[in-house]
């Protein structure tokens, strides 16, 4: 599976942005997506997923109730609406793919972590 991600950009405090993922490849219906972030410093955290079939969203603590996960499978697109958007959010954000359920609440190891990966887009909160 081939991932790229888009729509970063600069934004100010409590702007939105909304994050596209699309995929290529193996069928996107059959994984689990997952949006991850890495803050300037910091290390690389789960932000959000969203399960196969139930398409049930799951969201970190920092990012509950601002954020919301969507995916369209015949497009074989995952979105990632950023509302209310801080400057704790700056961090580069990657969409990531796998076929098992992983909600990873530690701070990740790195790419073995998920199957697939995509490169990332830099989301920059300021004033």
């Known amino acids: 599976v081939q991932l790229q991600a888009s729509g970063g950009g600069l934004v100010q405090p409590g702007g939105s942005l909304t994050l596209t993922c699309t995929a290529s490849?193996?069928?996107?219906?059959?994984?689990?997506m997952y949006w991850v972030r890495r803050a300037p410093g910091k290390e690389l955290m789960l932000v959000s997923l969203?399960?196969?079939?139930?398409?049930?969203?799951y969201y970190s603590d920092s990012v509950k109730g601002r954020f919301s996960i969507r995916r369209d499978d015949a497009k074989d697109t995952v979105y990632l609406q950023m509302n209310n958007l801080q400057p704790e959010d700056t961090a580069v954000y990657y969409c990531?793919?796998?076929?098992?359920?992983?909600?990873?609440?530690?701070?990740?190891?790195?790419?073995?972590?998920?199957?697939?990966w995509g490169q990332g887009t830099q989301v920059t909160v300021s004033s």
């Open positions: 990531a793919a796998d076929r098992n359920f992983k909600y990873i609440s530690r701070p990740l190891l790195g790419h073995s972590e998920f199957e697939f």
């Open positions: 490849g193996p069928i996107l219906s059959d994984l689990r």
């Open positions: 969203i399960d196969r079939t139930t398409n049930k969203p």
